[in-house]
Protein backbone atom coordinates (compact mmCIF):
# COMPACT_ATOMS: atom_id res chain seq x y z
CA UNK A 1 0.00 0.00 0.00
CA UNK A 2 1.56 3.29 -0.90
CA UNK A 3 1.61 5.93 1.54
CA UNK A 4 -0.99 8.36 -0.13
CA UNK A 5 -3.42 6.12 0.60
CA UNK A 6 -5.05 6.88 3.39
CA UNK A 7 -4.79 4.20 6.08
CA UNK A 8 -7.89 4.19 8.88
CA UNK A 9 -4.86 3.22 12.29
CA UNK A 10 -2.20 5.63 10.68
CA UNK A 11 -0.61 8.98 10.68
CA UNK A 12 0.41 9.91 7.52
CA UNK A 13 2.93 12.11 5.49
CA UNK A 14 1.88 12.60 1.98
CA UNK A 15 4.89 13.81 -0.17
CA UNK A 16 4.93 16.24 2.66
CA UNK A 17 7.15 19.51 1.97
CA UNK A 18 7.80 21.83 5.26
CA UNK A 19 9.56 25.12 5.92
CA UNK A 20 11.91 25.72 9.00
CA UNK A 21 12.21 29.25 8.65
CA UNK A 22 12.90 30.01 5.11
CA UNK A 23 14.27 26.75 4.75
CA UNK A 24 13.21 24.09 2.99
CA UNK A 25 13.90 21.48 5.58
CA UNK A 26 11.52 18.62 4.90
CA UNK A 27 11.07 17.82 0.99
CA UNK A 28 8.50 14.72 -0.20
CA UNK A 29 8.42 12.77 2.33
CA UNK A 30 5.95 10.45 2.52
CA UNK A 31 5.54 7.82 5.26
CA UNK A 32 2.68 5.65 7.27
CA UNK A 33 3.21 5.63 11.12
CA UNK A 34 1.08 2.96 12.77
CA UNK A 35 -1.24 2.48 15.97
CA UNK A 36 0.66 -0.15 18.22
CA UNK A 37 3.87 -0.05 16.11
CA UNK A 38 7.27 1.66 17.49
CA UNK A 39 8.48 4.27 14.59
CA UNK A 40 11.95 5.52 15.07
CA UNK A 41 12.93 8.87 13.08
CA UNK A 42 16.67 8.77 12.63
CA UNK A 43 19.10 11.04 10.47
CA UNK A 44 22.30 12.88 10.93
CA UNK A 45 21.68 16.68 12.37
CA UNK A 46 19.97 18.98 10.80
CA UNK A 47 17.96 16.07 8.34
CA UNK A 48 14.40 17.51 9.39
CA UNK A 49 13.50 15.03 12.25
CA UNK A 50 12.37 17.91 14.26
CA UNK A 51 10.61 19.45 11.74
CA UNK A 52 8.76 16.42 10.44
CA UNK A 53 7.51 15.40 13.72
CA UNK A 54 6.35 19.14 14.41
CA UNK A 55 4.21 18.85 10.94
CA UNK A 56 2.92 15.63 12.11
CA UNK A 57 1.49 17.45 14.90
CA UNK A 58 0.05 20.01 12.82
CA UNK A 59 2.62 22.73 14.38
CA UNK A 60 4.14 23.41 11.26
CA UNK A 61 2.23 24.21 8.20
CA UNK A 62 3.28 22.40 5.12
CA UNK A 63 4.21 24.08 1.65
CA UNK A 64 2.78 21.43 0.08
CA UNK A 65 1.24 17.57 1.05
CA UNK A 66 -0.29 17.11 4.08
CA UNK A 67 -0.80 15.02 6.96
CA UNK A 68 -3.63 12.53 7.40
CA UNK A 69 -4.69 10.78 11.08
CA UNK A 70 -6.89 8.10 10.45
CA UNK A 71 -7.51 8.88 7.15
CA UNK A 72 -8.88 12.02 7.58
CA UNK A 73 -6.53 15.32 6.68
CA UNK A 74 -5.33 16.57 9.73
CA UNK A 75 -6.88 20.73 9.39
CA UNK A 76 -10.42 18.92 9.15
CA UNK A 77 -9.52 17.89 13.09
CA UNK A 78 -10.75 20.57 15.51
CA UNK A 79 -7.80 20.99 18.55
CA UNK A 80 -9.13 20.03 21.15
CA UNK A 81 -9.63 16.58 18.96
CA UNK A 82 -5.99 16.60 17.49
CA UNK A 83 -4.78 17.19 21.08
CA UNK A 84 -6.30 14.46 22.17
CA UNK A 85 -5.39 11.92 19.81
CA UNK A 86 -1.74 12.93 19.48
CA UNK A 87 1.07 13.84 22.23
CA UNK A 88 3.91 14.95 22.13
CA UNK A 89 7.14 15.08 24.06
CA UNK A 90 9.31 17.86 23.23
CA UNK A 91 13.74 17.66 23.28
CA UNK A 92 13.44 20.04 26.53
CA UNK A 93 10.04 19.10 28.27
CA UNK A 94 9.46 22.59 30.92
CA UNK A 95 7.75 20.87 33.70
CA UNK A 96 6.62 23.11 36.36
CA UNK A 97 9.39 23.46 39.26
CA UNK A 98 7.10 23.50 42.31
CA UNK A 99 4.30 21.43 41.27
CA UNK A 100 4.09 18.35 42.58
CA UNK A 101 4.34 14.99 40.31
CA UNK A 102 0.76 14.30 40.79
CA UNK A 103 -0.78 17.68 39.83
CA UNK A 104 1.68 17.80 36.76
CA UNK A 105 0.16 14.14 35.44
CA UNK A 106 -3.51 15.48 36.02
CA UNK A 107 -2.53 18.15 33.32
CA UNK A 108 -2.47 15.98 30.72
CA UNK A 109 -5.65 15.19 30.92
CA UNK A 110 -6.68 18.51 29.56
CA UNK A 111 -9.27 19.65 32.34
CA UNK A 112 -7.74 22.76 33.11
CA UNK A 113 -6.96 24.06 36.49
CA UNK A 114 -6.93 27.18 37.88
CA UNK A 115 -4.47 26.93 40.25
CA UNK A 116 -2.22 26.52 37.14
CA UNK A 117 -3.83 29.33 35.49
CA UNK A 118 -5.68 27.30 33.09
CA UNK A 119 -9.47 27.76 32.38
CA UNK A 120 -11.77 24.73 33.63
CA UNK A 121 -12.96 23.24 30.32
CA UNK A 122 -14.87 20.63 32.27
CA UNK A 123 -15.51 19.03 35.80
CA UNK A 124 -12.86 16.60 37.31
CA UNK A 125 -14.21 13.01 36.89
CA UNK A 126 -13.31 9.92 38.85
CA UNK A 127 -12.19 8.61 35.19
CA UNK A 128 -9.91 11.35 35.53
CA UNK A 129 -8.20 10.29 38.34
CA UNK A 130 -8.10 6.54 36.87
CA UNK A 131 -6.14 7.96 34.15
CA UNK A 132 -4.01 9.89 36.00
CA UNK A 133 -3.36 6.47 38.84
CA UNK A 134 -2.97 4.14 35.80
CA UNK A 135 -0.33 6.26 33.95
CA UNK A 136 1.58 6.79 37.52
CA UNK A 137 2.01 3.09 37.81
CA UNK A 138 2.86 2.76 34.24
CA UNK A 139 5.77 4.78 34.50
CA UNK A 140 6.64 4.02 38.02
CA UNK A 141 6.31 7.66 39.08
CA UNK A 142 3.30 6.59 41.40
CA UNK A 143 6.29 6.42 44.51
CA UNK A 144 7.26 9.94 44.26
CA UNK A 145 3.50 11.55 43.29
CA UNK A 146 3.37 13.72 46.26
CA UNK A 147 7.13 15.49 45.35
CA UNK A 148 7.90 18.23 43.26
CA UNK A 149 9.26 18.69 40.14
CA UNK A 150 12.27 20.63 42.03
CA UNK A 151 13.09 17.36 43.75
CA UNK A 152 13.41 14.62 41.12
CA UNK A 153 16.40 14.04 38.72
CA UNK A 154 16.43 13.95 35.17
CA UNK A 155 15.55 10.75 34.49
CA UNK A 156 12.76 10.91 36.95
CA UNK A 157 11.81 14.02 35.33
CA UNK A 158 11.14 12.51 31.93
CA UNK A 159 9.11 10.00 33.57
CA UNK A 160 6.77 12.16 34.82
CA UNK A 161 6.59 14.27 31.50
CA UNK A 162 5.63 10.59 30.08
CA UNK A 163 3.27 10.05 32.24
CA UNK A 164 1.40 13.54 31.61
CA UNK A 165 1.36 12.44 28.02
CA UNK A 166 0.52 8.99 28.46
CA UNK A 167 -2.78 10.34 31.04
CA UNK A 168 -4.59 12.35 28.24
CA UNK A 169 -4.81 8.90 26.49
CA UNK A 170 -3.54 9.63 22.96
CA UNK A 171 -3.52 7.97 19.95
CA UNK A 172 0.28 8.18 18.93
CA UNK A 173 2.83 9.79 21.51
CA UNK A 174 5.27 11.59 19.40
CA UNK A 175 8.57 12.19 21.20
CA UNK A 176 11.59 14.26 19.98
CA UNK A 177 14.65 12.51 21.28
CA UNK A 178 13.32 11.22 24.68
CA UNK A 179 16.70 9.30 25.72
CA UNK A 180 18.66 12.61 25.24
CA UNK A 181 20.66 13.19 28.66
CA UNK A 182 19.72 9.89 30.27
CA UNK A 183 22.20 7.79 31.04
CA UNK A 184 21.89 4.43 29.66
CA UNK A 185 19.96 2.04 32.36
CA UNK A 186 16.93 5.80 32.07
CA UNK A 187 17.20 5.51 28.34
CA UNK A 188 16.80 1.74 28.00
CA UNK A 189 13.60 2.03 30.59
CA UNK A 190 11.89 4.98 28.39
CA UNK A 191 11.79 2.57 25.39
CA UNK A 192 10.77 -0.48 27.74
CA UNK A 193 7.72 1.52 29.20
CA UNK A 194 7.22 3.19 25.27
CA UNK A 195 7.11 -0.27 24.41
CA UNK A 196 4.53 -1.58 26.92
CA UNK A 197 2.27 1.18 25.88
CA UNK A 198 3.14 0.24 21.93
CA UNK A 199 1.67 -3.64 22.98
CA UNK A 200 -1.59 -1.82 24.12
CA UNK A 201 -2.08 -0.26 20.68
CA UNK A 202 -0.37 3.39 20.75
CA UNK A 203 1.62 4.97 17.85
CA UNK A 204 4.84 5.70 19.10
CA UNK A 205 6.85 8.00 16.48
CA UNK A 206 10.52 9.11 18.62
CA UNK A 207 13.32 10.92 17.32
CA UNK A 208 16.11 8.98 18.06
CA UNK A 209 20.03 9.48 17.68
CA UNK A 210 21.35 6.76 18.95
CA UNK A 211 21.17 3.97 16.59
CA UNK A 212 21.70 1.64 18.87
CA UNK A 213 18.01 2.00 20.68
CA UNK A 214 16.58 2.73 17.05
CA UNK A 215 17.53 -0.86 15.85
CA UNK A 216 14.65 -1.61 18.74
CA UNK A 217 11.75 0.04 16.92
CA UNK A 218 9.39 -1.86 14.66
CA UNK A 219 9.74 0.41 11.54
CA UNK A 220 12.45 3.37 10.90
CA UNK A 221 12.54 6.17 8.65
CA UNK A 222 15.77 7.57 7.45
CA UNK A 223 16.16 11.19 6.39
CA UNK A 224 18.89 13.15 4.85
CA UNK A 225 19.08 16.55 4.05
CA UNK A 226 14.59 16.75 4.21
CA UNK A 227 14.60 13.61 2.17
CA UNK A 228 13.68 10.04 2.82
CA UNK A 229 16.55 7.99 2.55
CA UNK A 230 15.80 4.54 3.81
CA UNK A 231 12.35 3.05 5.31
CA UNK A 232 11.85 -0.42 6.78
CA UNK A 233 11.95 -2.99 9.15
CA UNK A 234 15.86 -1.88 11.11
CA UNK A 235 17.38 -4.95 9.37
CA UNK A 236 16.55 -2.63 5.79
CA UNK A 237 17.00 0.15 7.03
CA UNK A 238 20.28 0.00 9.43
CA UNK A 239 22.96 -1.20 6.39
CA UNK A 240 26.68 0.34 6.05
CA UNK A 241 25.89 1.81 2.54
CA UNK A 242 22.73 3.49 4.42
CA UNK A 243 24.69 4.73 7.20
CA UNK A 244 27.59 5.65 5.33
CA UNK A 245 25.19 7.58 2.26
CA UNK A 246 23.77 8.99 5.52
CA UNK A 247 25.91 10.05 8.60
CA UNK A 248 29.12 9.74 6.51
CA UNK A 249 30.33 7.24 8.54
CA UNK A 250 31.37 3.80 7.77
CA UNK A 251 29.95 1.07 10.50
CA UNK A 252 29.37 -2.96 10.49
CA UNK A 253 26.13 -3.97 11.63
CA UNK A 254 27.02 -7.01 13.81
CA UNK A 255 24.16 -9.70 15.27
CA UNK A 256 23.66 -10.00 18.82
CA UNK A 257 20.86 -12.93 19.27
CA UNK A 258 18.15 -11.40 17.98
CA UNK A 259 19.55 -7.62 18.17
CA UNK A 260 21.53 -5.37 15.66
CA UNK A 261 24.54 -3.80 17.01
CA UNK A 262 25.92 -0.68 14.94
CA UNK A 263 29.62 -0.48 15.76
CA UNK A 264 31.58 2.81 13.87
CA UNK A 265 34.50 1.52 11.96
CA UNK A 266 36.02 4.85 12.77
N1 LIG B 1 14.08 28.85 11.90
C1 LIG B 1 14.90 28.32 11.02
N2 LIG B 1 15.42 29.06 10.01
C2 LIG B 1 16.24 28.51 9.10
N3 LIG B 1 16.63 27.23 9.09
C3 LIG B 1 16.17 26.45 10.08
C4 LIG B 1 15.29 26.94 11.09
N4 LIG B 1 14.97 25.91 11.92
C5 LIG B 1 15.65 24.85 11.45
N5 LIG B 1 16.35 25.15 10.37
C6 LIG B 1 17.21 24.26 9.56
O1 LIG B 1 16.38 23.20 9.10
C7 LIG B 1 17.12 21.98 9.03
C8 LIG B 1 16.33 20.88 9.71
O2 LIG B 1 16.25 21.18 11.10
P1 LIG B 1 15.64 20.10 12.11
O3 LIG B 1 15.72 20.71 13.47
O4 LIG B 1 14.33 19.65 11.63
O5 LIG B 1 16.69 18.93 11.94
P2 LIG B 1 16.93 17.68 12.89
O6 LIG B 1 17.13 16.50 11.99
O7 LIG B 1 15.86 17.56 13.91
O8 LIG B 1 18.31 18.10 13.55
P3 LIG B 1 18.97 17.70 14.97
O9 LIG B 1 19.26 16.23 14.91
O10 LIG B 1 20.24 18.50 14.97
O11 LIG B 1 18.04 18.09 16.08
C9 LIG B 1 18.46 22.28 9.67
O12 LIG B 1 19.42 22.43 8.64
C10 LIG B 1 18.26 23.59 10.41
O13 LIG B 1 19.44 24.38 10.42
Same mark, same amino acid.
Given at each position: MTPST???DSLQANNLHVHAGTFPAVRGVSASFGTGTFSAVIGPNGAGK??? %?RA???? /????SGGVCLFG &?? @????SRPERSRALAYLAQTEGLPDSTKVRDVVALGRGAG???FGLLPTRPWTDDDDAAVDSALDRTDTRRFEGRKVAELSGGERQRVALARAL?????? %??????? /???????????? &?? @????????????????DLNLAARADWLLLLHQGEVLAAGPPAEVLTPENLLASYGVRVSVLRHGDRLVILPED
Open positions: PLASTL %LLLGL /NKPE &RP @LQSWDWRAGQPRF %LLLDEPT /NHLDLAYALEVI &RY @LRCEVAGGLGVVAVLH
